[in-house]
């Protein structure tokens, strides 16, 4: 019986096959490089393929035709056949590596090897195609020229996914780099806005409180005059209450206009151990401070900060005030409860100096901790509310940071955190 002739598309068909079922999409490379390598062992009944990643001296085996195991397999390439392909960029066809060891060398039991480099677009060898028989093998040009097809494909599919890969790192960068320059942009116009209304505030106030303050001024001289005119133990009393009343609406309309007024700094360099150490007897002859013991714990090296030094000394008397405040006056007996301490300490990086105030008073209630520096809200009785966010708004003028933690195991500390200007230790 008389054989047909077998046609070149014939033997091509079954090629294409391979060639068109080959799918891939970006994340998918491992099972796309698995496909080819199988399809050219396959088509080409070779004993092993693989699709090898080289680099850096380094061949890492991305797929193979027959199972290698878990874990990476990464090679040096030195001595080994795949060199040869990826330093000259060529197909290599080795018959028997055993006669010719020039080449290099065949993994252990396996003698002929077919080498095709993976290409990118602009030539740069990234890979290759190994495929390897335990018998010597002539390979066909027919053969290579499909292992080179399959290279092709494989070649364009790493290299389409490392740039998805850097595409991908490129949005994330940019998508939080978006999100930084946004929330930048809502804290500056969170902070213009801020600005505008206290400049709004801060005029209307000025305005309001001059008008007060003269009508007050002259009720308190009137007061005065009854004060001196009437004896009497009951007008005596109504008067002082009067003149008591008048003199705390003063000093409400004064902490009006320094919450209103724009936060101007005179800034210098201060020596922040030695201004506390300064500042200690005015703040213990504080009448607060009566039956209290002010406590002051220094940084252990030199501080320096630029700041406006009474605006400074201004949030230093009001935090030890309001500390002394808190202690109740039953509390006094216990030598622990009724001390006030100030300490100074730098933050672990250097970039920062704490200045915390802490006592061991009345907690504040958890519900009013986010708003005591809020203008208005006060945690003690006849309080008008404005100390702490004049506070708030100093501290905030210098770029710092204000916060309060208040527990009843622990008491309340207050703790500012200024920018340091120390030069840093090396």
């Known amino acids: 019986m008389d054989l047909q002739p077998v046609h070149p598309w014939q033997q091509a068909q079954p090629i294409l096959e391979a060639l068109s079922a080959l799918s891939y999409r970006s994340g998918e490379l491992d099972a796309y490089l698995q496909e080819i390598a199988a399809s050219v062992s396959h088509l080409l009944e070779l004993d092993w393929s693989v699709v090898t990643l080289c680099e850096d001296e380094i061949e890492r085996v991305m797929a193979s035709s027959i199972d290698m195991g878990d874990g990476d397999h990464v090679y040096s390439l030195h001595g080994l056949l795949t060199e040869t392909v990826v ?22 039991g396996y003698v002929s090897y077919l080498g095709v480099p993976l290409r990118t677009y602009v030539g740069k060898t990234i890979g ?29 599919a790493i290299d389409n996914y490392y740039l998805y890969q850097q595409q991908q790192k490129f949005n994330e960068v940019l998508e939080a780099e978006v999100i930084n320059r946004t929330e930048e942009l809502r804290l500056a116009q969170a902070q213009l806005i801020e600005r505008e209304r206290l400049a709004a505030i801060g005029e209307f106030a000025s305005t309001i409180v001059h008008e007060i303050r003269n009508p007050v001024t002259t009720m308190v001289m009137g007061l005065n005059y009854f004060k001196k005119t009437y004896t009497s133990e009951p007008d005596q009393a109504r008067v002082s209450l009067a003149l008591e009343e008048a003199d705390r609406l003063q000093n409400l309309l004064k902490e009006i206009l320094l919450y209103a007024k724009p936060q101007t700094l005179q800034l210098e360099e201060l020596d922040l151990n030695a201004l506390m150490e300064s500042m200690l007897w005015q703040l213990r002859e504080m009448p607060e401070a009566a039956g209290k013991q002010i406590k002051f714990l220094p940084e252990s090296t030199k501080v320096t900060i630029l700041a406006d030094k009474d605006k400074l000394k201004q949030v230093t008397i009001n935090l030890i005030k309001n500390a002394c405040e808190a202690i109740p006056a039953e509390s006094c007996g216990n030598c622990l409860n009724r001390v006030v301490t100030c300490k100074i300490e730098l933050e672990t990086n250097g970039d920062r100096v704490c200045i915390s105030v802490h006592n061991r008073g009345t907690p504040i209630p958890a519900d009013l901790l986010p708003r005591l520096t809020q203008p208005f809200c006060s945690g003690k009785v006849g309080g008008t509310g404005l100390g702490l966010a004049i506070v708030k708004r100093i501290v905030d003028a210098h770029g710092g940071v204000l916060s309060i933690q208040s527990d009843k195991s622990v008491g309340t500390e207050v703790n500012i955190r200024l920018p340091n200007s120390s030069p840093k230790k090396t």
């Open 87 to 108: 330093k000259t960029g060529r197909t290599l066809c080795v018959e028997n590596a055993k006669t010719h060891p020039e080449y290099g060398c065949p993994p252990e």
């Open 128 to 156: 290759t195609i190994c495929s390897f028989c335990i018998e010597p093998r002539l390979f066909a040009p027919e053969e290579v020229r499909t292992v080179e097809l399959f290279a092709e494909r494989a070649a364009t």
